[in-house]
């Protein structure tokens, strides 16, 4: 009975915290859409492996430190706030990514180099998985 007491108590600690994290990515993937100057979706249907790689790797990129926040957070509300802190690092490694391969914008709306894609989506997951480790305390 006790064992059915503490599934009961988790298992709606686990839904709160499973729907603000889908909550959450689901307002990391509207605002980083925002951000970019093409339409990742759009570009996506049509077969664009860049969009899908550079996407990709921002959303996994958000995600890493989501989880960790997740797993080491005090609250709800701690967990959203470091989200909060997750999202604008990736904005600026898109802004940084932008700077540092020059016409990314274009070679992603082309899918004219996939190559620049990945490496979008490798450095903004590289940067998520770094975020998602300072956030261990």
Same mark, same amino acid.
């Given at each position: 009975?006790?064992?059915?007491?503490?599934?009961?108590?988790?298992i709606?600690?686990?839904?709160?915290?499973?729907?603000?994290?889908?909550?959450?990515?689901? &307002?990391?993937?509207?605002?980083?859409?925002?951000v970019?100057?093409?339409?990742?979706?759009?570009?996506?249907?049509?077969?664009?492996?860049?969009?899908?790689?550079?996407?990709?790797?921002?959303?996994?990129?958000?995600?890493?430190?989501?989880?960790?926040?997740?797993?080491?957070?005090?609250? %709800?509300?701690?967990?959203?706030?470091?989200? %909060?802190v997750?999202?604008?690092?990736q904005?600026?490694?898109?802004?940084?990514?932008?700077?540092?391969?020059?016409?990314?914008?274009?070679?992603?709306?082309?899918?004219?180099?996939?190559?620049? =894609?990945?490496?979008?989506?490798?450095?903004?997951?590289?940067? =998520? &998985?770094?975020?998602?480790?300072?956030?261990?305390?």
């Open positions: 009975m006790e064992e059915f007491a503490h599934f009961s108590a988790s709606f600690k686990f839904l709160a915290y499973l729907l603000v994290a889908l909550a959450l990515a689901g &307002v990391f993937l509207i605002a980083y859409m925002r970019t100057p093409y339409n990742e979706i759009e570009l996506v249907r049509k077969g664009n492996m860049a969009a899908a790689l550079s996407m990709s790797g921002a959303f996994l990129g958000f995600c890493a430190p989501l989880a960790s926040t997740i797993a080491h957070s005090i609250s %709800i509300l701690d967990v959203v706030i470091w989200a %909060i997750a999202l604008v690092v904005v600026l490694v898109h802004f940084a990514c932008r700077f540092l391969i020059p016409g990314l914008v274009r070679l992603i709306e082309q899918d004219a180099n996939v190559a620049a =894609g990945a490496l979008s989506g490798g450095l903004a997951l590289g940067i =998520g &998985v770094l975020n998602a480790a300072c956030l261990t305390y």
